[in-house]
Antibody
Framework: QVRLQQSGPGLVKPSQTLSLTCAIS??????????WAWIRQSPSRGLEWLGR?????????EYASSVKSRITIEPDTSKNRFSLQMNSVTPDDTAVYYC????????????????WGQGALVTVSS | SYELTQPPSVSVSPGQTASITCSGD??????VCWFQQRPAQSPVLVIY???KRPSGIPERFSGSNSGNTATLTISGTQAMDEADYYC??????????FGGGTKLTVL
């Protein structure tokens, strides 16, 4: 059973950096059958994919165009976890942030998000 | 960018069949996933690759996808099925796209 445990501050000041971590148990951040994603949810934006990191012979990261200039998603293989950093935040970045596993099943033509973290409300306010 | 459209709300009586649609351009050419989200909980995958059910998801949940519309069908709807439902696909650049969500009311 895979478990994703999120951690990080719930309050960030405008213009500062949002940092969240997702600890993985039951799988490896280096798995070649998975990608590790961050998704956020707010009343104004609904569910919004932010990006993913994954290992396929080398480490890769892909980001949504809407946040590409402001975010970094990185693995931490020593602690089997991955992180999200978003800089220059504004109140519009206030949302519940989720980490999730994007699983590439053997023989499956497409991946799917089969495990999600518990979610973390991050409020951007002074 | 690719867009998915869902009705904001659907109502169903207990024991009846609920159908939730998701529309997008040539959606039938893409694989669709569906998520259930109860209040204050994380989304749960209920359908992937258009019609496959993950382990532990009741058989009353089924999916289809053709043309421009994917449909999540819940047969014999129960009170516990009341939740928000989201469809999801990948666009041509592997970015993930979610629909706006449908609130299912069981009354």
């Amino acid at each position: 059973q895979v478990r994703l445990q999120q951690s990080g501050p719930g309050l960030v000041k405008p213009s500062q950096t949002l940092s969240l971590t997702c600890a993985i148990s039951g799988d490896s951040v280096s798995s070649i059958s998975a990608a590790w994603a961050w998704i956020r949810q707010s009343p104004s934006r609904g569910l919004e994919w932010l990006g993913r990191t994954f290992y396929r012979s080398k480490w890769n990261s892909e980001y949504a165009s809407s946040v590409k200039s402001r975010i970094t998603i990185e693995p931490d293989t020593s602690k089997n976890r991955f992180s999200l950093q978003m800089n220059s935040v504004t109140p519009d970045d206030t949302a519940v942030y989720y980490c999730a596993r994007e699983f590439y099943g053997s023989g499956s033509p497409n991946p799917h998000f089969d495990y999600w973290g518990q979610g973390a409300l991050v409020t951007v306010s002074s | 960018s690719y867009e998915l459209t869902q009705p904001p709300s659907v109502s169903v009586s207990p024991g009846q069949t609920a159908s939730i649609t998701c529309s997008g351009d040539k959606l039938g050419n893409r694989y669709v996933c569906w998520f259930q989200q109860r209040p204050a909980q994380s989304p749960v995958l209920v359908i992937y690759e258009d019609a496959k059910r993950p382990s532990g998801i009741p058989e009353r949940f089924s999916g289809s996808n053709s043309g421009n519309t994917a449909t999540l069908t819940i047969s014999g709807t129960q009170a516990m099925d009341e939740a928000d439902y989201y469809c999801q696909v990948w666009d041509s650049s592997s970015a993930v796209v979610f629909g706006g969500g449908t609130k299912l009311t069981v009354l």
